[in-house]
């Protein structure tokens, strides 16, 4: 027996399977048997490929190893296990249901959200590095201002229905006098002193900012190294800003983006928001632009990562960015 | 004129009864009225249906082991078909009970391939010679000693071919060529069209050739061609 299919086209192969059904079309057989008569390979071919046929069709039936008759037992168990199958259905179903359910992870919107805060604070911290080394009258209301949006963009929500009352709650919590009265203060009595104020008015989130709020700022402007809230004021305009909104800037910066829940509760103990910043007189920095163009940059794309990591929250982002240009921020 | 649905007995072999050899629970034909037994299986007479098994256990059990290759598997079709055949009685219109059971393993054994997916592999129990393995049958009248060795190797060899597919091939193979279905029968059952019935056997063929070149001195003096 010579085997040459390795050679044999497997449509012509085919075409003689086919032939030896005589399951081939008239036209086909006809073509097929001229070719057999051309080709005496082909011929061989097919005699081969027949024997090979033959030789299955020739196998004898198998002895069935035992007998395969059904007993009454056998019966009813087929039958039970055909009612128990039918009752277990509904038991199996949901199971089933959920895995071949299309999966939404749910820490995707919060790794859209922490990778928010990432990029705010990294943004942050190049805008930080560009900012003017003198200290701005206005510095501080925008940093806290920054931390406010940056705490909107990091929970996602943006809804800041809190921070109209913030507002009011500022003054109480921080008097002008206080930072008038301490200014001439001895650096490290200054910051204790800061501290118990911050721990009344803001006792989980404050201190640690108080602490490491001079670590930002010290190294560039000997005038800002003291504590924000004891910082010698060229004006009395300043000397009226709230301490405590001053104080959080540096440890934030710095990168404690991790609570966001935190850092949005401080942001309203502390009392300002972006609104209330820009809104303020004291936003006349020499060089305004910079920082808030750098700012823009930086929440949008915070919410562009959102939106790319988590697509379902698209809508929820947009609202958060009709908020902020509500609130006099748009979004470039 | 090729010899289409033509089957050819094995040279080395005697013609049996359809190839199938007699058993002692086999009852006499004579006294075997199918449709009779139908009937009363149909009303609940196990004992009839019991007849009916024992006349076609071996063809079902063949057709299983073919497809499965494996002697437990193979059993367990061939309980499981007859089983569901005599509980699904009502829904059998008439024709040839055995082809219509021959179906049911078919189909039995095709859902249990493909949801273990297995693959071909040797299960050397049951290669000749292993311990499972008990050969092909012997022919009810085997002419000399030396005809039956040389059959039953042969019809090794060539199982062991057909075992060496892969599932879609050896279905549709074992459907077509070893239990002479037609191309129409074996796209109904397996729910492929008749291209592919058509594609699958010729592959199948070809593969089965090739595979008894190990064995070639196995075979008869007229299977080979003249270029030996």
């Known amino acids: 027996m010579d085997f040459r299919d390795d050679a044999l086209n497997p449509d012509t192969a085919e075409l003689l399977s086919a032939y030896i059904d005589d399951a081939l079309s008239a036209d086909e057989r006809r073509d097929l048997e001229a070719r057999l008569r051309a080709e005496p390979a082909l011929q061989q071919e097919l005699d081969t490929l027949r024997q090979t046929v033959a030789l299955m069709r020739a196998l004898p039936e198998r002895k069935a190893p035992r007998d395969f008759t059904l007993t009454p037992e056998m019966v009813a168990q087929a039958d039970a296990a055909r009612t128990g199958a039918s009752q277990a259905a509904p038991q199996i179903r949901p199971r089933i249901v959920p895995r071949i359910a299309p999966r939404r992870p749910i820490w995707q919107p919060l790794t859209a959200a922490a990778a928010a805060v990432l990029i705010v604070a990294a943004g942050l911290f190049v805008i930080f590095d560009q900012l003017p080394l003198t200290t701005q009258p206005g510095d501080q209301v925008q940093v806290a201002a920054v931390f406010t949006a940056t705490a909107d963009v990091s929970v996602g929500t943006g809804a800041r229905s809190a921070q109209p009352e913030v507002l009011d709650v500022v003054p109480q919590a921080a008097p002008p006098e206080t930072a008038v009265e301490e200014a001439a203060v001895e650096e490290a009595a200054v910051e204790e002193a800061a501290e118990a104020e911050m721990a009344d008015s803001v006792p989980p989130i404050a201190e640690e900012p108080a602490q490491a709020a001079p670590d930002l700022r010290q190294p560039t402007t000997p005038t800002v190294a003291p504590a924000p809230t004891q910082m010698p004021l060229p004006s009395p305009e300043i000397a009226t800003m709230p301490e405590a909104a001053s104080i959080p800037s540096g440890p934030r910066t710095a990168g404690a983006a991790d609570d966001a829940a935190e850092t949005d509760s401080a942001a309203e103990s502390e009392g300002l928001s972006f609104e209330s910043a820009e809104a303020d007189p004291m936003l006349a920095t020499p060089d305004p632009a910079l920082f808030v163009d750098g700012l823009r940059l930086s929440v949008r794309a915070a919410l562009a990562a959102i939106i790319e990591q988590a697509p379902a929250a698209a809508p929820l982002v947009r609202v958060l960015a009709a908020l902020l240009t509500a609130l006099g921020i748009p979004l470039p | ?228």
């Not at chain 2, 009864?17 to 449709?35: H, I, V, Y």
């Not at chain 2, 009502?90 to 054994?109: L, P, Q």
């Not at chain 2, 592959?203 to 003096?221: D, F, G, S, T, Y």
Request: proline share 7%.
């Open chain 2, 1 to 228: 004129m090729p010899d289409s649905q033509q089957r050819r007995q094995h040279p080395t072999m005697q013609p049996t009864d359809q190839g199938t050899r007699s058993t002692p629970a086999q009852p006499d034909p004579l006294q075997f009225d199918e449709a009779l037994l139908l009937d009363q299986a149909r009303q609940g007479d196990l004992d009839a249906f019991n007849r009916l098994v024992l006349r076609y256990q071996d063809r079902i059990y063949s057709i299983a082991y073919r497809l499965m290759s494996d002697p437990a598997s193979a059993a367990d079709m061939t309980q499981e078909a007859f089983l569901m055949a005599y509980r699904k009685l009502a829904d059998f219109r008439g024709g040839s009970f055995r082809s219509w059971v021959s179906r049911i393993v078919v189909n039995r054994c095709y859902d249990e391939l493909r949801r273990y997916q297995r693959r071909p592999a040797d299960y050397l129990d049951d290669l000749p010679g292993g311990d499972s393995d008990d050969g092909p049958p012997l022919p009810a009248d085997a002419p000399s000693p030396e005809q039956a060795a040389q059959t039953n190797e042969l019809n090794a060899a060539v199982e062991n071919c057909i075992r060496a597919l892969g599932d879609d091939q050896r279905l549709v193979l074992v459907m077509a060529d070893v239990e002479g279905q037609s191309y129409q029968e074996v796209a109904e059952a397996l729910g492929i069209n008749l291209g592919t019935v058509k594609s699958r056997l010729s592959r199948a063929r070809l593969a089965v050739r090739r595979c008894l070149q190990a064995v070639k001195e196995l075979l008869p003096p007229e299977f080979r061609l003249t270029d030996e």
